[in-house]
């Protein structure tokens, strides 16, 4: 994945929904954050509906933005990409 970014000259990263997505949620998080960490990009992810517990997201999410600066969960609140660019991550409540 960051070849592909590297070659069309992507600026950010942005991933929406489900990012837990396995047996082990807390696994999958880790996978994803690992992965956008390992891209180099400021990277934004918004959690989809099936991310629950929500204290098990907050806590991975908390760790990878500690590790990697450029990383950032938008869960009911915003980011900046740069001065023009927002991320917002509102959506309605899930199910769970």
Same mark, same amino acid.
């Given at each position: 994945m960051g070849e592909a970014a590297s070659e069309r000259d992507v600026q950010a990263v942005c991933v929406v929904g489900e990012l837990g997505g396995t047996s082990d949620p807390v696994e999958g998080y880790r996978t994803v954050f690992r992965g956008l960490g390992r891209i180099g990009l400021p990277a934004f992810w918004v959690p989809g509906a099936g991310d629950a517990p929500i204290a098990e997201y907050l806590r991975e999410a908390y760790n990878a933005e500690l590790v990697h600066q450029f990383l950032r969960g938008v869960h009911g609140t915003v980011a900046f990409v740069d001065p023009h660019v927002?991320?917002? /991550?509102? /959506? *309605? *409540?899930g199910q769970r």
């Open positions: 927002l991320v917002a /991550g509102f /959506g *309605r *409540r």
